[in-house]
């Protein structure tokens, strides 16, 4: 029997769409390659929200129903105001019954992890920078022609029959692929994240808008909290002190249980990070035989926790038109073809809600909040706002399809 090299795939970035679609092409025969600059894949950012659209994409590779069981909101939560009073409520029950699944909260370590032990030992590289050096060409659909991508790194040169660029929202390979791309803007807010021990007293999770600032305190299934704040600053700026003593500063006086929340952070693993987005969309997600994804193709504002949740769909979407390396122009052009429109919608969507959180002047947040109190009277209101992101489907190979690459991966 005659044995086809399995085509190559070299993964630049080791965050969680890289590692999404690095498991994703291994499992349709693809043999990979994540290089990552960093020494270790330490997951930056300590919580990640994964919405249902998440889950249903991680089920294509095996992993969704691991990540539902660490679900931790139960109940009831909702929208406050800085001195407690509820602006409007939601029910965890009510988001599983629209959506076909629960929001879990988990630490961006477990996924990275989970990710990766799907892939085999030697996959991933750490500690190796990579640069573009040739986006490639993709051949003929009967694998003539063409020219591989080239890949540059310490130990030398790696050609790959694909490139995906997962480097995130500064993408040295965005840059390479589209130099004239204005890159990312500020989006006017800044935002704080940790993870603390659970309070004493129980908490019903929560997200607080006050006047130009916003905090969220949710629930981790191993105990502990998840807790983000955002706020209109300039951009660049850092805390004269510490980032705990700014917090203290911004969000001391707010309701119970921000106040503990903070007194609890260890001033050292407060992360603090300007928000930039691309409110600009590329023209195409891919060049060449090489293609990004996440924060490297469509950064957003983290105001809907859509980012990881869209880098993961990039990454099964990918996968889903790249069964092998044949048609690879056709498939790359058709991952664009159904990622741009969707991300760049929720790009924008993402940005206007940022710009209601930057909202300051006393009239306009008496006004907003007034909007989302009246949201507690149009059941399901709130939830309205993710239909069509939480509801997203992957999609579905046709038998037709599954039957011929199973035959040419074993001629």
Same mark, same amino acid.
Do not use: C
């Given at each position: ?23 994703? &092409?291994?499992? +349709?025969?693809?043999? #990979?390659?994540? !290089? ?6 330490? *997951? /930056?950012?300590? =919580? ?56 879990? &909260?988990?630490? +961006?370590?477990?996924? #990275?992890?989970? !990710? ?6 030697? *996959? /991933?590289?750490? =500690? ?37 660029g997962g480097d995130g929202i500064n993408s040295a390979m965005r840059r390479a692929l589209f130099p004239g791309h204005p890159g990312p803007a500020y ?37 502990r909290v998840y807790a983000y704040a955002a706020a209109v600053t300039p951009a660049g700026g850092h805390a004269p002190d510490c980032e705990k003593a ?6 001391g006086g707010w309701h119970d249980p921000v106040p503990g929340i903070i007194a609890a952070a260890d001033p050292g693993q407060v992360l603090r990070h ?138």
């Open positions: 029997m005659r044995t086809t090299p399995k085509p190559h795939a070299v993964v630049v970035g080791g965050g969680i769409g890289g590692l999404t679609a690095a498991v994703a &092409l291994h499992q +349709r025969g693809w043999h #990979v390659t994540v !290089l990552e600059r960093a020494a270790a894949l330490e *997951a /930056v950012g300590a =919580g990640i929200g994964l919405a249902p659209n998440a889950h249903r994409a991680l089920d294509v590779i095996g992993l969704g129903d691991e990540i539902r069981a660490l679900a931790a909101w139960q109940g009831d939560g909702g929208m406050r105001t800085p001195g407690g009073r509820w602006l409007s409520r939601m029910s965890s029950s009510a988001a599983t019954e629209r959506f076909g699944g629960p929001l879990v &909260l988990v630490h +961006r370590a477990i996924l #990275v992890d989970r !990710l990766v032990s799907r892939l085999p030992d030697d *996959a /991933v590289r750490t =500690g190796t920078a990579a640069s573009l050096a040739d986006p490639g060409v993709p051949g003929a659909a009967d694998g003539r022609g063409g020219r591989k991508a080239v890949v540059s790194t310490p130990d030398g040169d790696i050609e790959a029959d694909l490139v995906i989006a006017g807010i800044t935002t704080w994240r940790v993870v603390v021990p659970a309070p004493d007293r129980p908490f019903a999770p929560h997200e607080t808008w006050g006047r130009g600032a916003l905090w969220g305190t949710q629930p981790l299934k191993d105990g700014e917090l203290l500063r911004r969000f300007d928000v930039h987005h691309l409110i600009t969309p590329l023209p195409a997600f891919h060049r060449g035989r090489t293609a990004l994804l996440g924060d490297a193709a469509h950064a957003m504002a983290p105001t809907m926790g859509q980012g990881g949740n869209q880098a993961i769909e990039d990454g099964i979407v990918l996968a889903h038109h790249l069964p092998d390396a044949g048609a690879l122009g056709a498939g790359l052009a058709a991952y664009s073809a159904d990622r741009l429109p969707r991300t760049s919608g929720i790009v924008r969507k993402s940005a206007q809600i940022a710009k209601l959180v930057s909202l300051s002047s006393a009239p306009a947040v008496a006004a907003r909040d007034t909007l989302m109190t009246l949201a507690r009277f149009g059941p399901g209101l709130a939830l309205r706002t993710f239909d069509g992101i939480a509801d997203w489907q992957p999609p579905q190979r046709t038998y037709a399809a599954e039957v011929r690459d199973f035959q040419v991966r074993n001629q």
